[in-house]
């Protein structure tokens, strides 16, 4: 029976009641130490309508990867085989049933779900997660992953934990302390025969506190005291145990230290103590612990506490060697006790924990690996060595999305060590925290001062750091450091590959030159690279079609990256797709494929957020904005606004420059021009005058200048789109030229010959184009004519979904003295990304579980989102689809 939880029952009632119609999801209950979280679990277990599942975190320094996964998951194994292959080889990796094959991560939280999904194809299933702040972070991250994605499923995840320990995106419902009347009825059904003086101040003391209700009768320790109450329970329980025989408080800290709570292996380190099994007898007697199928559970966190920090240092010294000797069929959870019990320097245990380290690491279980290395470099006598694993645990900690933590370990390995090579690899971290979460110029200064040390001695990673760096530069819009990487790379010795890199970047250096023979030479030797790396190694295509970017060829970008795109979903190589997927999007941007480019910046913003890549969250956003600014929508180009105040100094120009053109691009497009033009004059005198869409936003200032009647402030942004198109030789870029001299000089004529150049590369353009030439035919009185150009521009503007833009074409179509209803509601417009991405799947054939492999969901949540899209679509079939127009 529960007391005074009225409210929290009839609340997850509820969801229960959702979660068995279909409607999954997840809720973490945050209260104090003893304030009735396990008890509300148990509560909610009691549901005969579910299949449960649970699972504790135990406080303890020695965690291993997926240990709490492990537990939670054992019973829904045998459905392993009815999930996708990559999850299916990713979860066997994390729980130590397969070899490990790479950072899998995400992989693991999405066979999380999946299998729980399966499990619960015949019954609902709860799972329920007790001490959750105490959790290994590798469970943390996959359960905390499922728990955002459980809409569709017929499965419920309850978590528990102390109060500050939330996990991102789960619903929270927090315990208070039990109001006096439910205090006082807990307190007499427990302790009936309590004198009343007693009584009383058990209940102040308790303050509505139920362990403490519980627990005080039974103790000494009701007289007031200045500790919070967790520690007056905490000695309360450090009091019983002083009164136990020695034999049974030795191997309660026996049992305490051994972290699993593995019957097994504690009753061998007690052997090895020189205890019999007999002696937890009087523990669990005393109501301490309980011993249910083979391992030992102590009551309360706060027992197990009290029991191991209560107990004499050198006793917890001697418990953790018996341990790790009782563990030598386990390395990793040896390695661990051996360390515990280790007093100073020891570079075999520390060796050890090394090998338990990487093991973890190979497993995805980064964030354990880097508290391993940790506390194996404590253990390291010698500075140079300590210095090496604290570099690769600042490494390891990157991949673990703790940037903090890595700059710490990273300063820390810094300060012992003045070997080049391995400031080199500590220089490499710092750039990487950088650059997702700091400023792009200390990018530059740390990868061009380590280059420059190691250059001597190893000069393929020197140009490694001076290539990452001058990327860096480029896309802080800084091409004076660009520059300076070039020049230090020029003068390495000569070799193949590195030649390449060379030319690479003094290709793109000379793109914007004021020069335009230079600049167009610049573009040759881009593209001549794109042509040769367009079917190397990931890397270099990535490399590549960011090249191609720059130099217009957004269709090779495409092309490059829809592919990229497919070969590391297929190897589950997660950590490539917001970058690859961030690329995909700008080059569908520019090509005005704009679904699909919001279908690609969703999918890269929420992996991204899911992996902890903020530059990349930023980046997407950014895209999203400025098609959201095309379309009219206040709301989704404010985005840019948010983006904009959060970015650093010295921060990311290219994610900038989006963020500016999409905002003005809302202005443009809601006739704000002097907003509009204000704005891009002053974002053009800053770094995003270097990147490329500096350039390619100069049509709209042009355009801006001249509707607000200051055509001799369009002439600077011309001159700029003048010189780059001549470098470019690029038809669609010369029709943009013409079109903006055409607005410049009042000169008409000049929009006929933009169309044919324009064609159908960039429809958004051409849409403008025709816009502007039906408005320049209608003032010249050739309505007839006009009136074809202004139809055509509606139509165009109205498939994009540019309201805006429509809106005008359809008020200068009426000028021209024909009227036009509103075009009617197009369906696929209807739809989420996450729906058309889908449904564009489901169109060629694939089914829900090939679907669900390819976009890492589960099959139910393809079906959610199917169900969803059809009546949208005003279909019933997925054979109707195949005859759908999806673009």
Request: proline residues 5%; contains cysteine.
């Amino acid at each position: 029976m529960l007391y005074g939880r009225e409210r929290e029952q009839r609340e997850l009632g509820r969801l229960l009641a959702e979660a068995a119609s279909g409607r999954g999801g997840a809720v973490v209950v945050l209260g104090e130490p003893g304030g009735g979280k396990s008890a509300l679990l148990r509560w909610a277990g009691s549901n005969q309508e579910f299949q449960v599942s649970s699972c504790t975190g135990v406080e303890s320094e020695a965690e291993l990867p997926f240990a709490a996964l492990q537990s939670l998951l054992s019973g829904a194994m045998r459905h392993l085989p009815g999930i996708p292959g990559p999850q299916a080889e990713a979860l066997r990796a994390a729980l130590g049933l397969a070899a490990p094959g790479g950072d899998n991560r995400f992989l693991v939280g999405l066979a999380t779900v999946s299998l729980l999904a399966e499990l619960a194809a015949d019954r609902p299933v709860l799972c329920l997660v007790d001490d959750a702040q105490w959790l290994d972070r590798p469970s943390a991250e996959a359960l905390g992953f499922a728990a955002r994605r459980l809409a569709a499923e017929r499965v419920f995840l309850l978590f528990a934990a102390r109060e500050g320990a939330a996990l991102p995106g789960v619903s929270e419902l927090t315990l208070k302390r039990l109001d006096p009347m439910a205090a006082r009825a807990l307190l007499a059904d427990h302790a009936p025969d309590l004198p009343s003086h007693v009584r009383d101040r058990v209940l102040t003391e308790a303050d509505g506190n139920p362990l403490a209700l519980l627990e005080l009768p039974r103790t000494d320790a009701t007289d007031p005291g200045p500790l919070p109450l967790p520690h007056r329970l905490q000695d309360a329980y450090q009091r019983r145990i002083a009164k136990l025989p020695s034999p049974t408080r030795t191997a309660l800290l026996v049992a305490a230290a051994e972290e699993s709570g593995a019957l097994a292996a504690t009753l061998r380190a007690m052997a090895g103590l020189g205890l019999e099994a007999g002696a937890l007898a009087a523990a669990e007697g005393e109501g301490l612990i309980s011993v249910e199928e083979q391992t030992v559970v102590f009551r309360h966190p706060l027992i197990r506490t009290a029991a191991y920090r209560g107990a004499p240092f050198t006793d917890r010294l001697a418990a953790h060697a018996t341990l790790a000797d009782a563990l030598a069929g386990d390395p990793d959870r040896a390695a661990w006790h051996r360390a515990a019990a280790a007093t100073g320097p020891d570079e075999e245990v520390a060796a050890d924990l090394e090998a338990a380290a990487l093991r973890a690491r190979r497993r995805s279980g980064h964030a354990t690996a880097v508290t391993a290395l940790e506390r194996a470099a404590r253990l390291t006598a010698e500075e140079p060595e300590r210095a090496r694993r604290l570099a690769l645990a600042a490494e390891i900690a990157v991949d673990a999305g703790l940037p903090d933590r890595a700059r710490h370990l990273a300063g820390q390995a810094l300060r012992l060590t003045e070997d080049p090579r391995a400031l080199a690899r500590i220089a490499t971290v710092r750039a990487r925290v950088e650059f997702e979460h700091g400023s792009l110029r200390t990018v530059h200064e740390v990868l061009v001062t380590a280059a420059r040390q190691v250059a001597p001695l190893d000069a393929d990673s020197a140009a490694a750091m001076l290539a990452d760096a001058s990327r860096a530069s480029w896309s802080a819009g800084d091409p004076a450091r660009v520059a300076q990487a070039h020049r230090m790379l020029r003068e390495l010795p000569p070799d193949p590959v590195r030649d390449k890199l060379v030319d690479s970047i003094g290709g793109a250096l000379k793109l914007y030159s004021d020069d335009a023979t230079e600049a167009a030479d610049g573009v040759a030797l881009l593209r001549e690279h794109v042509a040769q790396g367009r079917n190397g190694p990931p890397g270099l295509r990535l490399n590549v079609a960011l090249q191609a970017l720059l130099t217009g060829d957004y269709d090779d970008t495409r092309d490059i990256m829809a592919d990229l795109a497919e070969e590391r979903r297929a190897s589950g190589a997660i950590g490539w797709l917001p970058a690859v997927l961030c690329t995909l999007a700008t080059a569908e941007t520019n090509l005005g494929r704009h679904r699909d480019a919001i279908q690609s910046a969703t999918e890269a913003l929420r992996i991204a957020e899911d992996i902890g890549q903020p530059s990349r969250v930023a980046h997407a956003e950014a895209l999203l904005a400025y098609v959201a600014a095309v379309r009219g929508d206040e709301h989704g180009a404010r985005l840019a606004e948010r983006n904009l105040q959060r970015l650093p100094a010295h921060a990311n120009a290219l994610v900038a420059a989006w963020c500016e053109w999409a905002l003005a691009l809302l202005d443009l497009g809601r006739g704000r021009y002097e907003a509009a033009l204000d704005r891009l004059e002053t974002a053009t005198r800053g770094p995003i005058q270097h990147v490329g869409p500096g350039v390619h936003f100069a049509a709209d200032q042009v355009e801006a200048a001249v509707r607000l009647g200051r055509p001799e402030r369009a002439a600077e942004p011309l001159a700029r789109l003048e010189q780059w198109a001549a470098a470019a030789r690029l038809p669609w870029e010369d029709g943009l030229v013409l079109r903006c001299r055409a607005l410049a000089t009042a000169d008409g004529t000049l929009y006929a010959r933009a169309l044919e150049l324009q064609g159908e590369a960039r429809p958004f353009e051409r849409a403008r184009t025709e816009l502007l030439y039906g408005e320049w035919l209608r003032r010249e009185r050739h309505k007839v004519e006009a009136r074809t150009h202004l139809r055509e521009a509606l139509e165009r503007f109205e498939r994009l979904g540019a309201a805006p833009w429509a809106e005008h074409a359809r008020a200068e179509l009426r000028a021209a003295g024909e009227s036009s209803a509103p075009a009617a509601a197009d369906a696929v417009a209807q739809l989420t990304p996450q729906e058309l991405q889908v449904v564009r799947l489901a169109a060629t054939g694939a089914t829900n579980k090939e679907i669900a492999a390819r976009l890492f969901l589960s099959p139910k949540t393809v079906g959610h989102h199917l169900y969803r899209a059809f009546p949208k679509l005003g279909v019933s079939t997925r054979t109707e689809l195949a005859r759908l127009s999806l673009e």
